[in-house]
């Protein structure tokens, strides 16, 4: 079992819609980060979270820390928001390395 | 913002020579690089951790002198790739860290060695 697990692994939806993504956790965290990788490879960070919530534009990322659980919602979809969307937390024991989740490749459609 | 400048972003060379691969840090000093891999469709796999000044911790299963790792300064880090073989093509990317401004990536390499 991984450690960082996302849901789903693919995710296609048409222009407009609400997305959610979600990230679960087993280990102790010191912060959670969302990142978005575009099909050149390239990563963006997107947020970095150790409680509550943020928002960015139409991004909104949470996170349960009771719950080892974070969510990364996108409202008003486009087309251009296609990407791999992936979580990674910092462990409480490992300074500053990250693990990460095995990624969400989000498709939207025009 | 903090910039995390990567080259080359794409690469090809032939099996036994080595491919070097530089991220700079602009804007800010990474005390830290971090080097990953990717395969197709997989997630990011950590080669190694460098600090400015130190020798490279390496993950277990990286060999060392294949992957050089250079972080010889706060503002770059070079990761070198010696006698390269087709199964060291790979996607490349560095990360750099510094207090205050989290974790900055670099555009990544597309290694191919034929």
């Known amino acids: 079992k991984n450690e960082v697990e996302q849901s789903p692994q693919n995710l296609t939806a048409q222009e407009g819609e609400f997305i959610t993504i979600n990230c679960s956790y087993s280990?102790?965290?010191?912060?959670l980060h969302w990142l978005q990788q575009h099909p050149g490879g390239g990563i963006v960070s997107l947020f970095m979270?150790?409680?509550g919530k943020k928002k960015h534009g139409r991004l909104i990322a949470t996170i349960n820390i009771q719950e080892k659980h974070s969510s990364l919602h996108i409202t008003a979809s486009h087309p251009r928001d296609s990407a791999v969307y992936i979580c990674?937390?910092?462990?409480?024991?490992?300074?500053?390395?990250?693990?990460f989740g095995e990624g969400t490749q989000l498709t939207v459609n025009p | 913002g903090a910039v995390v400048s990567q080259h080359p972003s794409r690469v090809i060379c032939k099996s036994g020579t080595s491919v070097k691969i530089e991220c700079r840090s602009l804007d800010f000093q990474a005390t830290t690089m971090f080097w990953y891999r990717q395969f197709p469709k997989q997630s990011l796999m950590l080669m190694a951790t460098?600090?400015?000044?130190?020798?490279?911790?390496?993950e277990q299963g990286v060999e060392k002198d294949k992957f050089l790792i250079n972080h010889a300064s706060l503002t770059l880090s070079t990761l070198t790739v010696t006698s390269a073989h087709p199964e060291d093509s790979s996607f490349y990317i560095c990360s750099g860290a510094a207090k205050g401004y989290g974790y900055t990536f670099g555009s990544g390499t597309r290694l191919t060695v034929v």
């Open positions: 280990v102790g965290i010191s912060a």
């Open positions: 990674a937390v910092a462990e409480e024991t490992s300074g500053s390395r990250l693990t």
């Open positions: 979270l150790s409680s």
């Open positions: 460098s600090n400015e000044g130190s020798k490279a911790t390496y």
